[in-house]
């Protein structure tokens, strides 16, 4: 059992859609990061929270917009997204900020159409 | 620039050999190792890691190996079974500071 905790699984959505993936953890973490994995390719760093505040944005576009609502919960809004953001969004969280190793999710599949 | 490789997209080993996965980084300053294990589906689960103030750790089946001089680092899974078979990734951090750098993945299939 995962203690990481993505949904949806699966999400289809067109570019002028808005939607929102979410994740929870209940392990008592206090960093908690968004990962893209593209096939065959490694998860790479999106953003990373830090007690509850965005510490780390790796360039990404402001069409993602990322969202920590308390300790336990990280979402990530989407709009207007083009279809190379296909793609399996990963969650993960450590104890604290910097600590290893991470935890990570089940991810969501995001199919852009 | 890709600062974590793992030069072998895949490996076939035999039910109860060793399995031998190789992982290269090029940033001295990694000083934290992980080999996270990847399910088709699912997503990474942390298996084992080492400092770099270590050559070797063990648990169970699982014993990476750390060679600084080199800038590599193995897995070594002994021994290997059918429910092994998964994508392998290495990665490297500047720990407390950096962020966690992925390799490509090694895909294990451990025949019966």
């Known amino acids: 059992d995962t203690e990481v905790t993505q949904t949806p699984k699966h999400l289809v959505m067109g570019m002028t859609n808005k939607k929102s993936l979410k994740c929870e953890q209940h392990?008592?973490?206090?960093?908690m990061y968004w990962y893209k994995q593209k096939a065959k390719k490694p998860p790479e760093l999106m953003f990373v929270?830090?007690?509850?505040?965005?510490?780390i944005n790796e360039s990404v576009p402001s069409r993602f917009s990322p969202e920590c609502p308390n300790s336990s919960l990280l979402n990530l809004h989407l709009h207007a997204l083009q279809p190379e953001d296909s793609a399996l969004y990963l969650c993960a969280s450590s104890q604290g900020p910097g600590d290893q190793p991470q935890h990570f999710g089940d991810g969501t599949r995001l199919s852009i159409l | 620039d890709q600062q974590v490789k793992q030069n072998s997209p895949s490996l076939s080993v035999q039910e109860g050999r060793i399995s031998i996965l190789n992982c290269d980084y090029t940033n001295s300053m990694f000083d934290y190792f992980l080999w996270y294990k990847k399910y088709p589906a699912e997503g990474p689960t942390f298996l084992i890691s080492?400092?770099?103030?270590?050559d070797k750790n063990e648990d169970g089946r699982f014993t990476v190996f750390l060679n600084k001089s080199a800038k590599h680092l193995s897995l070594h899974i002994v021994p290997s079974q059918p429910g092994d078979s998964a994508v392998y990734f290495c990665a490297a951090i500047i720990y407390q500071g950096g962020k966690l750098i992925f390799g490509q993945g090694t895909e294990l299939s451990v025949k019966p």
């Open positions: 929270y830090s007690y509850e505040k965005l510490s």
């Open positions: 080492i400092s770099s103030i270590k």
């Open positions: 392990m008592g973490h206090r960093a």
